[in-house]
Structures are given as structure tokens and as C-alpha cells.
């Protein structure tokens, strides 16, 4: 199976919470980042966390780590047309090659 | 800021021509990255370069070469383009070799092959 999974497509409304998940195999993860890719433009890093944290927060995103299951969230409140993008989840494990996730489609309407 | 340049941004090649994809970096990184994008897959790592001289492969090596002429740049070449290649293929520079850390991606280069 896949070292990083994350659903494909999440859709919500204008306004709304968002929170995209992301499960990861490796128990020796140090760094866990999430990216976001706007239509027609590269990967951008969007926020990270350490693998010593359980929570962290800047402005209208949350990410939440639970390292027991290995399970990383990502909350967007207020959720913007904006936000529409694709998020990508990674794990950096200390090597130099990252492994990203498929990444989660997230649509919002109005 | 340039940041990671890509050139071109689009080509259309016919099966059998080759060509090559440029990208250059002026963050003084150490490690750059060829990645290629294809819808459902996510991002697949074709080849990687650690360090100035040095390059490994990636999990989809087959059919590309690469070159990391200096620190600054690393080179993408299909030597003969098949179908399968068509796909959006993104250059990446990291700041720290042998540790974690952010990648910084350029805008991609969407080559299409008939």
C-alpha cells in the first residue's frame, strides 16, 4: 500500500469547516507537511508540523497529529473560493526525498 | 525572487523526438528534485539530486535521464518520448541535503506526446 494516503476529492460549502485527512506508515516521520496546489502552478508549503506536537495553529488552519495512528489533519476554518486547491500531504522521515500523498481535491461552493 | 525556473512551460513532441527540460534554482539549495504529475497519481519522483554531483533515481526513472550541471541547475532529457510521458513535470529545490526540509517547486512544464 501507499506510505501516504489521503482521500481524493472533498467538497463543502462556502463559509464551512474543511478538514482534510492524511495517514502515514512510517513511525520514524520527523517533519510533516502539508502543500497546496493552486490550478496551473507548482507546490507551495502551506504549514508544517513536528513530529513532537500534537497540534498547530496559525490563522485559519489547524493541523492535528495523532502519532499512535499515525493520522494528520487539517482544518481550514471559514473555508474561502479561495481554498480551492489541492492539498498534499508529505512525510519527510530525515532523508532527502520526501513522500507526498496524492493529494485531496477541495472544491468549494457557494 | 526567481525562486525554481522551469523552461518551457509547454512543449508538444511527437513519439521518437527527444528533448530536454531545463530548471534552475537561485536559493543556493543543495537538493533539487524532477517530479512528474499525472491526475489520480499524485506526484511520482523521477530522479533526484542530493548534492552538486551527485544524481539517484526515483521511483519512475525509466525512459529519463538527468544532468545536475551545477549547483544551480538540474536537467530533465527524454531521449525518445513516448506517449506515457505526457504528463506535467515539476522541477524542486530543498535547502539541506541529508535532512528534512521544505521544497520549493517551480510552476511545471506540461509536455504533451502524440
Known amino acids: 500500500g501507499e506510505d501516504v494516503e489521503q482521500s481524493l476529492f472533498l467538497s463543502v460549502r462556502e463559509g464551512d469547516s474543511s478538514v482534510i485527512n492524511c495517514t502515514y506508515t512510517d513511525s520514524s516521520s520527523t517533519y510533516l507537511y502539508w502543500y497546496k496546489q493552486e490550478p496551473g502552478a507548482g507546490l507551495q508549503l502551506l504549514t508544517y508540523i513536528f513530529s513532537n506536537m500534537d497540534m498547530k495553529q496559525d490563522q485559519r488552519l489547524t493541523v492535528l497529529l495523532n502519532k499512535k495512528d499515525k493520522h494528520l489533519s487539517l482544518r481550514i476554518a471559514d473555508t474561502q473560493t479561495g481554498d480551492s486547491a489541492i492539498y498534499f500531504c508529505a512525510d519527510h522521515r530525515g532523508s532527502y526525498i520526501p513522500t507526498f500523498g496524492r493529494g485531496t481535491s477541495l472544491i468549494v461552493h457557494p | 525572487n526567481a525562486g525554481v525556473t522551469q523552461t518551457p512551460k509547454f512543449q508538444v513532441l511527437k513519439t521518437g523526438q527527444s528533448m530536454t527540460l531545463q530548471c534552475a534554482q537561485d536559493?543556493?539549495?543543495?537538493?533539487m528534485y524532477w517530479y512528474r504529475q499525472d491526475p489520480g497519481m499524485g506526484l511520482r519522483l523521477i530522479y533526484y539530486s542530493a548534492s552538486e554531483g551527485t544524481t539517484d533515481k526515483g521511483e519512475v526513472p525509466n525512459g529519463y535521464n538527468v544532468s545536475r550541471l551545477n549547483k544551480r541547475e538540474f536537467s530533465l532529457r527524454l531521449e525518445s518520448a513516448a506517449p506515457s510521458q505526457t504528463s506535467v513535470y515539476f522541477c524542486?529545490?530543498?535547502?539541506?541535503?541529508?535532512?528534512?526540509?521544505?521544497?520549493?517547486f517551480g510552476e511545471g512544464s506540461r509536455l504533451t506526446v502524440l
Open positions: 524542486a529545490s530543498s535547502p539541506r541535503g541529508g535532512e528534512t526540509g521544505e521544497l520549493f
Open positions: 536559493m543556493n539549495h543543495n537538493s
